[in-house]
């Protein structure tokens, strides 16, 4: 088990920027996969992007491909998610996951332990 808490979101304006983290508590943060996903309002969770134990592969959603950046230190036991060109349907609830495996996985069920989300506004 690995307990996450993520931080970093608020109020950003359309075209803004803003950056996500999550700090996993445990020794073993180096064996998971990590992710996030995100539920807009009224709308189920959704996948946004993933990264590999290694921080040599990710996967995005096409939905924030060439916007968003996932990275991870594993020496400080965080996951990044930088936001670029945000949108108002950028709108959400954040989540930080880490998956059972290594390699990064775009379902929710390839992951085990969730963070309690921190809320993403997109608005003028």
């Known amino acids: 088990q690995v307990q996450l808490v993520e931080s970093g979101g608020g109020l950003v304006q359309p075209g803004g920027s803003l950056r996500l983290w999550c700090t996993a508590s445990g020794r073993t943060f180096i064996y998971y996969a990590m992710g996030w996903f995100r539920q807009p309002p009224g709308k189920e969770r959704e996948f946004v992007a993933a990264i590999s134990w290694s921080g040599s592969s990710t996967s995005y959603a096409d939905s924030v491909k060439g916007r968003f950046t996932i990275s991870r230190d594993n020496a400080k036991n965080t996951v990044y998610l930088h936001m670029d060109s945000l949108k108002p349907d950028d709108t959400a609830v954040y989540y930080c996951?880490?998956?059972?495996?290594?390699?990064?996985?775009?379902?929710?069920?390839?992951?085990?332990?969730w963070g309690q989300g921190t809320q993403v506004t997109v608005s003028s």
């Open positions: 996951a880490a998956a059972a495996g290594r390699l990064p996985a775009t379902a929710n069920d390839a992951y085990n332990n």
